[in-house]
C-alpha cells in the first residue's frame, strides 16, 4: 500500500470511527430506553391481569359459597338462579357425589370450564369456574357447586382496557382462542409468543414487543401480551444516511489531503533512490517552509555532506588498517588488564559503527562475567548499571553463551529467548569468540594486605572469552566485515590477556615461598615500608612477630629433610589459620618466620603469639618416617616481638628489634615470646600545655602517645586495638 493509500486510510479510520461509534451508541441507547419502556408497560399490565382474573376468582367463589350455604338440598336451584340473576356468574351447576349434574342454570357458558386453582388443561378454555365442596352437617359429602363466567372476546377485550395492552388468549397448542390484536401484527405476536419464556420480553420483527403471563396458581389462562415500541419510525435509515453522508464527506477529504500530502514526498523518494544507487548530486526542490519543506533542505544538505563524508571514509580505510596493528603492538605490551579491555572494545565499536559493547571473560563456575562495557544504559539486564560484572551469561544460554559454548561467532538480529539470560537487549548484534584464561587477575594481589595465593590458587590452563558488540548505527545489521573487524581485535584481547597472566604468574612466583606458599623476604622488605607507611600516616601501629621453629635441625637430622619440609608446611599453614585478613605472613628463610599484624598494639601482638604458640606446642605435626611408618613430630615456636613506633622508628629497625627480642626467647628456654625492650629515651624538655588544649582533629589519639605507666605494663600504647572478634584474635 502506498503512502497516500495509508494516509487515506488513516483520515478515514479518524474521521469514520467515532461517527459509527455515535451512530452505534445512538442507535443501541434508543432500542435500550424503548425497550426497558415497554418491559415497564409489560409488567404492569401482567399484574393487572392477575389482578383481574384473582377478582373474579374471587367473585365466583363467592357465588358458589352462597348456594352450597343452602341447606335445603330443594332451594339449592332457586339459590342458583339468584346467583345467576343477580351476575354473579354466568352460570351455576350442582353436581352429585358421583359427578352427575342435578341442577344446571340455563343459558350457562360452554365448556370446557377450567377450575381457578386447578393446573391447566390442554385445549382451548371455554369458562373459568370455581368449585366448592356440598357436605351435611355430619361432614359427608353431597357433591360439588361451580360457579363459571365465560372466556369469550368480551372477556379478552376487557382485560386489554384494563391493562391498557393487546391481550391474546391462547389454546394448549400454542394457536390463538381470542386476541385484541390487529390481523398484521398477530403473526409476529404469536411468533415471539413462541420464543418468549417465563416472563422475559421478547421482541417482532415489527417493532412490538411481547411478553407471556400464565398459565400459573390463582391465572390459569395463557395470556399473551403485546405493547408496540416507541422508537421513532425511520431511526435506522436517518443513521443509515448520516453515516453515509460523513463517510462522502471524509473520502474527499482525505483524497485531496493525501494528494498534497504526499507529492513532495514522492520527489523526496526518487532522490533517495538517485543517492541509494550513488547518485550524490541528486537534490529536491524546497516548495514550502512546513516539515516536508524543512525535510527536502535537511536532505539536500545531507547530500552534500555525505560526498564529503565518504571522500574522507575512503583515505580513512586504510590508515585505520595501520592503526590496528599498532593497537596490536601496543595492547600486547601492556599488563593492566582492565585498561587493555577498554582499549580493545572502545576501538571495535569506533571501528565497526556499533552503539554498545562488552568483554566478557569465563569464571570458574562455567559462567560468562563482563569484565568491560560501554554504552549499555537502557539495555542493562540487571539493577546494578555501575559493575559490569553483573553481566552474568551461563555458557550455553543466549547468544554470548552458545558462542562461548560452540567456539563459532554469531551475527543477526536479536530475539528475545522465553527464559531471561542476563543479555542485554538489543536489535542487531555479533559476538566473537577468543581464547582467554581463566581468572585473569590472581588470587594473591601484592597491592591488597592478605595471603599470597598457594599452589591450588593458580589460574586455569585456559577457556573461552567473548567480544560482543550490540546494535550498528543506522539500524543495520552488521556484516562479514564488521566480524572479520571483530575477530581481529579478539585476536589482540586474547594475546593481551595471556601476556597479563603469564605477566601476573611470574610476578607471583617472585613474591612467594615455593614451599609454604607464604610471601617470601623479597616481599618482606617492600611490605613493611609500605605497612610503617601506613602506620605513620593514620597514627597507628604496627606489630612484628619474628618466629623461629625450636631445634628444627634435628628433625631434619632425625626424620630427613622430607619430613622437615612437612613441618614447615603445616607450620605454615596453622599461621594462616590464626590471624587475620589483613595480617602478613612470610618465610624469611629456613624455619625462620615474620607475621606484620597492622593497627595492633603490644597486647594484641602477646595475645596472638601465644595461639601461635599453643597451636604449634599442642598438636604435633604427622610425617612420614624412614620405614614409611607415620610418626608425629613434637614442635615448638620462640617468637620476637616488637612494635613500632614503641620499639623503632624506621622499617629495617622495627624488624631488627623482633629479631632480638627472638633471640632473648631462644635465650629464655625457646618455646615461648618475649616483647622488644623499649629503646633508650632520648633528652627532652618539658612543654607547657594551655587548659584550652583540644583533641586532635580525627579526635583520635596518636600512637606512642599514652604514658610511660601504660606502656610497662601492657606494652599497648593508647592506639586503637584491633577489633577483637577478628579470626586469629
Known amino acids: 500500500m502506498t503512502l497516500r493509500g495509508r494516509l487515506t486510510a488513516a483520515f478515514l479510520t479518524v474521521v469514520l470511527g467515532p461517527v459509527l461509534l455515535g451512530a452505534f451508541f445512538v442507535g443501541s ?144 397448542p400454542g394457536r390463538i382462542t381470542h ?61 443509515v444516511g448520516a453515516v453515509v453522508l460523513a463517510a462522502l464527506l471524509a473520502v474527499l477529504a482525505a483524497w485531496r489531503l493525501a494528494r498534497v500530502t504526499t507529492r513532495p514526498l514522492v520527489q523526496l523518494a526518487g532522490a533517495v533512490d538517485r543517492v541509494a544507487h550513488g547518485d550524490l548530486t541528486a537534490r529536491v526542490p524546497v516548495r514550502s517552509r512546513d516539515e516536508i519543506g524543512r525535510l527536502a533542505s535537511a536532505f539536500n544538505r545531507m547530500t552534500r555532506e555525505t560526498g564529503s563524508y565518504v571522500a574522507a571514509l575512503t583515505s580513512s580505510r586504510d590508515q585505520l588498517r595501520g592503526h590496528l596493528a599498532v593497537l596490536g603492538d601496543t595492547l600486547a605490551s601492556t599488563h593492566d588488564l582492565q585498561r587493555i579491555l577498554r582499549v580493545i572494545l572502545h576501538s571495535a565499536i569506533a571501528a565497526t559503527g556499533a552503539r554498545a559493547g562488552a568483554v566478557l571473560l569465563l569464571d570458574g563456575d562455567g559462567v560468562l562475567v563482563g569484565q568491560c562495557v560501554e554504552g549499555l544504559d537502557g539495555r542493562w539486564p540487571t539493577e546494578d548499571r555501575a559493575d559490569p560484572a553483573t553481566l552474568r551469561v551461563p555458557v550455553g544460554a543466549g547468544v554470548v553463551g552458545t558462542v562461548a559454548a560452540t567456539g563459532e561467532p554469531l551475527r543477526g538480529r536479536w530475539e528475545p529467548a522465553d527464559a531471561p539470560t542476563g543479555e542485554p537487549s538489543c536489535e542487531t548484534y555479533v559476538a566473537v569468540p577468543f581464547a582467554a584464561p581463566r581468572g585473569a587477575e590472581p588470587r594473591g594481589d601484592p597491592d591488597r594486605p592478605g595471603h599470597p595465593p598457594t599452589d591450588g590458587d593458580a589460574a586455569g590452563d585456559g577457556a573461552l572469552g567473548v567480544l560482543a558488540l550490540y546494535d550498528r548505527l543506522g539500524a543495520d545489521e552488521f556484516d562479514d566485515d564488521d566480524l572479520v573487524t571483530l575477530r581481529t581485535f579478539a585476536g589482540h584481547a586474547a594475546v593481551a590477556v595471556e601476556n597479563v597472566r603469564v605477566h601476573e604468574e611470574a610476578q607471583r612466583l617472585s613474591l612467594t615461598d615455593p614451599l609454604t606458599g607464604l610471601w617470601n623476604y623479597r616481599y618482606l622488605r617492600e611490605s613493611i615500608r609500605r605497612e610503617v607507611e601506613r602506620a605513620n600516616r593514620f597514627g597507628r601501629m604496627l606489630s612484628v612477630l619474628a618466629l623461629d621453629l625450636d631445634r628444627f635441625k634435628d628433625v631434619n637430622d632425625t626424620w630427613g629433610h622430607a619430613a622437615g619440609d612437612a613441618v614447615l608446611v603445616e607450620f605454615a599453614r596453622r599461621v594462616r589459620g590464626e590471624i587475620r585478613e589483613v595480617d602478613l605472613a612470610f618465610r624469611q628463610g629456613g624455619e625462620e618466620f615474620v607475621v606484620l599484624l597492622p593497627e595492633t598494639d603490644a597486647r594484641g601482638a602477646t595475645i596472638v603469639a601465644e595461639r601461635l604458640g599453643a597451636v604449634v606446642r599442642d598438636h604435633p605435626v604427622p610425617v612420614e618416617g624412614h620405614a614409611g611408618e607415620p610418626i608425629r613430630v613434637p614442635v615448638t615456636v620462640s617468637i620476637g616481638i616488637a612494635v613500632y613506633p614503641d620499639h623503632a622508628a624506621g622499617g629495617q629497625q622495627v624488624l631488627d628489634a623482633a629479631d632480638d627480642a627472638l633471640y632473648a626467647a631462644k635465650a629464655a628456654g625457646r618455646d615461648g615470646y618475649r616483647l622488644a625492650r623499649a629503646p633508650d629515651p632520648v633528652p627532652s624538655e618539658e612543654i607547657p600545655v594551655v587548659a ?24 599497648a600504647s593508647s592506639g586503637p586495638h584491633p577489633p577483637r572478634q577478628s579470626r586469629g584474635r
Open 29 to 172: 441507547t434508543l432500542n435500550a430506553v424503548d425497550r426497558g419502556r415497554a418491559s415497564e408497560r409489560l409488567g404492569l399490565a401482567a399484574a393487572g391481569v392477575r389482578t383481574s382474573v384473582d377478582a373474579l376468582c374471587q367473585q365466583l367463589r363467592a357465588a358458589a359459597d352462597a348456594v352450597a350455604l343452602v341447606a335445603d338440598p330443594a332451594a339449592r336451584p332457586r339459590a342458583a338462579d339468584q346467583v345467576v340473576g343477580r351476575g354473579l356468574a354466568a352460570g351455576v351447576r350442582i353436581a352429585d357425589p358421583a359427578g352427575r349434574t342435578s341442577y344446571a342454570t340455563p343459558g350457562g357458558p360452554a365448556g370446557p370450564w377450567q377450575d381457578c386453582v386447578a393446573d391447566a388443561t390442554a385445549g382451548p378454555v371455554g369458562a373459568l369456574a370455581v368449585r366448592v365442596r356440598l357436605r351435611d352437617p355430619a361432614g359427608a359429602d353431597l357433591g360439588t357447586v361451580a360457579a363459571a363466567q365465560p372466556v369469550d372476546p368480551a372477556f379478552v377485550a376487557r382485560l386489554a382496557a384494563v391493562t391498557g395492552v393487546g391481550v391474546t388468549l391462547l389454546d394448549d
Open 179 to 239: 386476541t385484541t390484536e390487529d390481523r398484521e401484527v398477530r403473526a409476529a405476536v404469536l411468533a415471539a409468543a413462541r420464543e418468549a419464556d417465563g416472563d422475559r420480553v421478547t421482541g417482532t420483527t415489527d417493532g412490538r414487543y411481547v411478553r407471556r403471563v400464565g398459565p400459573s396458581p390463582g391465572q390459569p389462562l395463557p395470556l399473551v401480551l403485546s405493547v408496540p415500541g416507541e422508537r421513532p419510525p425511520g431511526l435506522y435509515a436517518a443513521l
Open 692 to 715: 584550652a588544649a583540644v583533641s586532635p582533629p580525627d579526635g583520635q589519639p596518636r600512637a606512642g602517645a599514652g604514658d610511660a605507666a601504660t606502656v610497662a605494663q601492657g606494652g
